[in-house]
């Protein structure tokens, strides 16, 4: 069965730009994760979606925010980018909830902000 | 707050011999332990994970990691490491209905 898709796989944006990133779980997975990862601050959580809901959010400025649709795809967006933006954004899908059991990670979204 | 510590940052082994790599969390009690893998340019895979029951869990790829609440450590382990195994790793803890939290990671240079 297909795997966990993100896109775009690289980007490169301008300060002050706004990007959507956009995750695809694997089908029947209800819980959507998503992560920075930067070489100086390793992977950190920025919020799990489950059934269209934020369930959990990480300590992220208001620019990062995220939604979740019917079909359990889920999309990131980060508004007014700054250069500390650039980063690999992981997403993990799991079957249920993200704090349980196993996850899934995608290949990423690796984000360049000049 | 819970915390994973993984003390080594970068470890360099030669192929065939085996491996060890540290892990330490902070939690009240017994979280949920991970031990994830990233290769270059991947996503994170997960090798093996321990919520409870037998302290010795086996995980894919011929790893696994043993849980010693003394130390409050998880700590992964291979007899003999492959040139395939060069990657980072990343060890990771859950605590009630706390966030996923992950160590720094360890990278993983196997050398022939």
């Known amino acids: 069965k297909a795997g966990v898709t993100q896109t775009p796989r690289y980007l490169i944006k301008t300060r002050g730009q706004q990007v959507t990133l956009s995750c695809s779980p694997i089908?029947?997975?209800?819980?959507v994760s998503w992560y920075q990862q930067t070489p100086g601050q390793g992977l950190q959580f920025l919020f799990e979606y489950f059934s269209e809901t934020q369930r959990n959010k990480g300590n992220f400025p208001g620019r990062f925010s995220g939604r979740q649709f019917s079909n359990s795809r889920s999309e990131m967006n980060v508004s007014t980018l700054e250069l500390g933006d650039s980063a690999l954004y992981l997403c993990?899908?799991?079957?249920?909830?993200?704090?349980?059991?196993?996850?899934?990670f995608g290949e990423g979204s690796r984000l360049t902000v000049l | 707050a819970q915390s994973v510590t993984q003390p080594d940052i970068h470890i360099t082994v030669s192929e065939g011999a085996s491996l060890e790599l540290r892990c330490n969390y902070s939690?009240?009690?017994?979280?949920?332990l991970f031990w994830y893998v990233q290769s270059p340019g991947q996503g994170l895979q997960l090798l093996l994970k321990?919520?409870?029951?037998?302290?010795l869990v086996q995980g894919i790829k011929g790893f696994e990691a043993e849980f010693k609440r003394s130390q409050s450590s998880f700590n992964l382990r291979k007899p003999s490491v492959h040139w395939s195994d060069a990657a980072e790793y990343f060890c990771?803890?859950?605590?009630?209905?706390?966030?996923?939290?992950f160590g720094k990671g360890t990278k993983l240079t196997v050398n022939p």
């Open positions: 939690y009240g009690a017994t979280p949920y």
């Open positions: 089908s029947g997975h209800r819980s």
């Open positions: 321990y919520f409870s029951g037998d302290t």
């Open positions: 993990a899908s799991s079957l249920l909830t993200a704090f349980t059991g196993e996850l899934f």
């Open positions: 990771a803890s859950q605590g009630g209905s706390e966030k996923l939290v």
